[in-house]
């Protein structure tokens, strides 16, 4: 089975930190995507990327960056961490052939405070 | 209009009953349609996919898609207690494989 892994579970920060989260998955899949999970709004699509160093923005793009210069990490950036950033975020990848659903991994909660 | 609209919910069902969940999409070219559980404090978890009309029967689930009408259900027999958690309908509706998902309806499950 394909597997993408999340760096943390749980995360706490500050208010104007830098933050990374990072996403690996060992399937060699060129699509990799970034959504954030809030009560209410269901899933929200960041950023995403077919390829390597290859990045699209998704629907709420703002405060966040993505850096892919691997094919299996995927690296979601909050430039300057504000509250309303506090989310469960998700981590998603997929083949780019066959129209298959995303595999998950298991996500961050993150909080800045 | 939302791309794909489910009833948030809660829906709830007795244990052993059939549970029915309903999607609806705005594009009438999409071709990919999923199913996703996700349990309170977990991530998704596909469960379904399918991508033609008709019926797609594994185990206690049946996927179900009618394109004219742009409908996708879930059907659950034999309703369980572990059956419940929130369920997400997932559209691929641009080439790529860019998913656009519901807002999810919350599945409560009596035993």
């Known amino acids: 089975d394909v597997k993408v892994t999340q760096s943390s579970r749980y995360l706490v920060k500050r208010t104007g930190e830098k933050v990374f989260l990072e996403c690996v998955q060992d399937?060699?899949?060129?699509?990799m995507f970034w959504y954030r999970q809030d009560p209410g709004l269901g899933l929200r699509l960041i950023y995403f990327s077919y390829d390597v160093k290859m990045k699209e923005k998704g629907d709420i793009p703002e405060g966040y960056s993505v850096s892919r210069e691997k094919k299996e990490r995927f690296s979601l950036i909050l430039e300057s961490a504000s509250t309303n950033q506090t989310s469960m975020y998700l981590c998603?990848?997929?083949?780019?052939?066959?129209?298959?659903?995303?595999?998950f991994g298991s996500g961050t909660r993150l909080t800045v405070v | 209009q939302k791309e794909v609209e489910q009833n948030s919910g809660p829906l709830s069902v007795p244990e052993g009953a059939i549970a029915s969940l309903n999607c609806t999409y705005s594009d009438r070219g999409s071709q990919s349609f999923f199913w996703y559980r996700q349990y309170s404090g977990k991530s998704p978890e596909l469960i379904m996919s399918?991508?033609?009309?008709g019926d797609k029967e594994d185990g206690r689930f049946t996927a179900q898609l009618n394109k004219a009408s742009q409908y996708v259900s879930l059907l659950i027999r034999d309703s369980q207690p572990s059956d419940s958690a929130t369920y997400l309908c997932?559209?691929?509706?641009?080439?790529?494989?860019?998913?656009?998902f519901g807002a999810g309806t919350i599945l409560r499950v009596k035993s």
């Open positions: 399918i991508y033609s009309n």
């Open positions: 399937m060699d899949h060129e699509n």
């Open positions: 998603a990848s997929i083949l780019s052939a066959g129209g298959k659903g995303y595999t």
């Open positions: 997932a559209v691929n509706m641009y080439k790529g494989n860019k998913l656009v």
